[in-house]
């Protein structure tokens, strides 16, 4: 257990303008929510801090060797949060601070961001979607909150393929999930070539969860922490989670259980055949990422 340590400006104002960060510091103080589902309070100035500080801290540790992997398991959660907006209970973008922070402070070249929580991450979406540096991949209930990360949306400029976003219906369960990490994220993964791995662990794909309707089990997090551990060790890289999303509190604990037993003891993960679903996924990152297929 480490204490998070607070973000500085400089880490902050690497992705957020200055203006937001000052926005933020004031509607805390207010007390002012920024929208109805991203309220506000004294407090939340040094929980937004400490959010995204931990996940700039974790990077520096996996990449220092410090350890294999490791977790933060604060809140308010990040990956929602645009470089100039709040929103969906999110105020900094704590895992594109952490990514920036590893590229522009600790020497990575590329990072990847694996987003599954059951919400698309428009803010990660948004923040790096014209950087070749960062590999965004989500799964993400669709049509569904926030409404973006459709499928078609693979980035623009020079990032363009850098996004992978991966929408499946509501209902979706392991085999989808799974499959996706399976067939497109880890080969896409290989070509790109990360020098960190970090997971947006959103746990409200979860069949439990009360805001989503997917139909994750605690044990799938486990599969697919299996799946993202192996690719580490193939790739010999380092990887490590940020909490997002979970609103079924025991759910949410056996599931991060769940996900860290297995990045920190390793395991194997069942295969999935592809279904549709994955194939035209594939199908679509194959544009720009030969090596995979389906």
């Known amino acids: 257990?480490?204490?998070?340590?607070?973000?500085?400006?400089?880490?902050?104002?690497?992705?957020?303008?200055?203006?937001?960060?000052?926005a933020v510091r004031e509607h805390c103080e207010a007390g002012r929510p920024f929208d109805l589902d991203t309220p506000a309070s004294p407090g939340s100035w040094e929980a937004a801090l400490r959010?995204?500080?931990a996940a700039c801290a974790l990077a520096e540790a996996l990449l220092a060797g410090?350890?294999?992997?490791?977790?933060?398991?604060?809140?308010?959660?990040?990956?929602?949060?645009e470089a100039d907006r709040a929103m969906g209970f999110c105020?900094?973008?704590?895992?594109?601070?952490?990514?920036?922070?590893?590229?522009?402070?600790?020497?990575?070249e590329r990072?990847?961001?694996?987003?599954?929580?059951v919400h698309h991450g428009n803010g990660t979406d948004a923040i790096f979607r014209s950087s070749p540096e960062v590999l965004f991949a989500s799964i993400h209930q669709w049509p569904f909150y926030p409404g973006t990360g459709a499928a078609a949306d693979a980035?623009?400029?020079p990032g363009e393929g850098f996004t992978i976003n991966m929408p499946v219906p509501a209902g979706s369960g392991e085999d989808e999930f799974l499959g996706l990490v399976q067939h497109v994220v880890s080969p896409v993964a290989?070509?790109?070539?990360?020098?960190?791995?970090?997971?947006?662990?959103?746990?409200?794909?979860?069949?439990?969860?009360p805001l989503a309707e997917c139909t994750l089990e605690t044990s799938s997090?486990?599969?697919m922490a299996a799946e993202v551990g192996a690719l580490a060790h193939d790739l010999g890289v380092p990887a490590g989670a940020v909490l997002e999303g979970g609103y079924d509190t025991g759910a949410l604990a056996e599931s991060v259980a769940a996900t860290m037993e297995v990045l920190a003891t390793g395991g194997e993960a069942r295969r999935v055949e592809p279904g549709p679903l994955v194939i035209a996924a594939a199908q679509r990152a194959g544009r720009y990422w030969p090596g995979v297929s389906a």
């Open 1 to 22: 257990m480490r204490d998070a340590p607070r973000a500085t400006q400089e880490q902050l104002t690497a992705v957020h303008p200055a203006a937001h960060v000052d």
């Open 155 to 157: 980035g623009s400029g």
């Open 51 to 53: 959010g995204a500080g």
């Open 66 to 81: 410090q350890a294999p992997t490791g977790f933060c398991g604060l809140r308010p959660p990040g990956h929602h949060a």
């Open 91 to 108: 105020l900094f973008s704590n895992v594109a601070v952490a990514a920036r922070h590893a590229i522009d402070a600790r020497g990575a």
């Open 221 to 223: 997090f486990g599969q």
């Open 111 to 117: 990072v990847l961001v694996l987003d599954w929580d």
């Open 190 to 209: 290989r070509e790109f070539r990360p020098d960190l791995i970090l997971i947006s662990a959103g746990f409200d794909a979860h069949r439990e969860d």
